[in-house]
């Protein structure tokens, strides 16, 4: 099995900066593509950005596209979120995800392990 840990969540202000980490444990080996995903309050799940395994790969929301950077070290078995010039709007909780496939998807029903997610919360 594997576990996803996620941290680095907190109440920051609009046009603030945080960095999401996960730490993978387990059967770490099985995982080849890892993502996030984020829910804010009232809405369905919403995918952030996704990574491959060699990093060559990435793929962001366009909510989030130049402002949100993921990446990953697969020695440290850990993926980063760095989210810049935040708005109010991304506040939600911000889930890690793990797919034992090869594509980057964008899809939460591709991933199989999950995190237990972070509250992130920007204040106007």
């Known amino acids: 099995q594997v576990q996803l840990v996620e941290s680095g969540g907190g109440l920051v202000q609009a046009g603030g900066s945080l960095r999401l980490s996960c730490a993978a444990s387990?059967?770490?080996?099985?995982?080849?593509?890892m993502g996030w995903f984020r829910q804010a309050p009232g809405k369905e799940r919403e995918f952030v950005a996704t990574i491959d395994w060699s990093s060559s790969t990435t793929y962001y929301a366009d909510s989030v596209k130049g402002r949100f950077t993921i990446s990953r070290d697969n020695a440290k078995n850990t993926v980063w979120l760095q989210m810049n010039s935040l708005k109010p709007e991304d506040t939600a909780v911000y889930y890690c995800a793990g797919d034992r496939g090869w594509y980057p998807s964008q899809t939460d029903g591709d991933y199989d392990y999950w995190g237990q997610g972070t509250q992130v919360t920007v204040s106007s």
């Open positions: 387990g059967r770490t080996s099985s995982i080849y593509v």
